[in-house]
């Protein structure tokens, strides 16, 4: 365990269902991520959340929503997904200016179906 | 924004070899440079980072060298062994005051025993 746990591990959904994926940290970090892995692809950051307050979106289609309702939990909830959407989503969190390195969930395998 | 490039994107070695990993950035104002590793089904995990104002680190088998005249930074893997088979990302940080990493695309090292 890395101190930043992601549930669930795996998730399959058609794509009418709506889903969230979970995120817990108590590393005592001020930011959060959430991340894309895609097959190939380097990491792509989806969104990040300094001090619970959502400071960037990477041009992220609307069927993905993000909630940081405390500086220890991260969610991201799914609607309406596509296909394309398939592959692991990644949290992470970090603590401050001084301590630059992220911490790694073990990510979330989403398959659309 | 900044752009990291990595090479090679896979790399087998015979155990007891060493391994070397390339990455480049273009932004000179980086100034934090992490390297992760990630094994099958797990998220990246911190092996070992560089600030700006360091040449060299080493931490047993492992190094990280910077050249911020070029603006490119190396992992070294000596006396590899069969569980450092595993995907590694390198990462640079751009700005001051932002949480943010830019990531490479990954290079798949495998050790053949």
């Known amino acids: 365990e890395t101190g930043v746990t992601q549930t669930p591990r795996h998730l399959v959904m058609g794509m009418t269902n709506k889903k969230s994926l979970k995120c817990e940290q108590h590393l005592g970090h001020n930011a959060m991520y959430w991340y894309k892995q895609s097959a190939k692809k380097p990491l792509e950051l989806m969104f990040v959340y300094s001090l619970e307050e959502r400071v960037e979106n990477n041009s992220v289609p609307s069927r993905f929503s993000p909630e940081c309702p405390n500086s220890s939990h991260l969610f991201l909830h799914l609607h309406t997904l596509q296909p394309e959407d398939s592959a692991l989503y990644l949290c992470?969190?970090?603590?401050?200016?001084?301590?630059?390195?992220?911490?790694f969930g073990s990510g979330t395998r989403l398959t659309v179906v | 924004g900044e752009n990291v490039e990595q090479h090679p994107s896979t790399l087998s070695v015979q155990e007891g070899d060493s391994a070397v990993i390339k990455c480049t950035y273009s932004d000179s104002a980086s100034n934090y440079f992490p390297w992760y590793k990630q094994e099958l089904g797990k998220g990246p995990q911190l092996i070992i980072d560089?600030?700006?104002?360091?040449g060299e680190k080493k931490d047993q088998r492992i190094a990280v060298t910077l050249n911020k005249t070029a603006k490119h930074f190396s992992l070294h893997i000596t006396e590899t062994q069969p569980e450092d088979s595993a995907v590694y990302f390198c990462?640079?940080?751009?700005?001051?005051?932002?949480?943010?990493?830019?990531f490479g695309a990954g290079t798949t090292v495998t050790v053949r025993a």
């Open positions: 560089i600030r700006s104002n360091v």
């Open positions: 992470a969190s970090s603590q401050d200016e001084v301590n630059y390195g992220y911490t």
């Open positions: 990462a640079a940080r751009p700005l001051e005051g932002d949480y943010k990493l830019s």
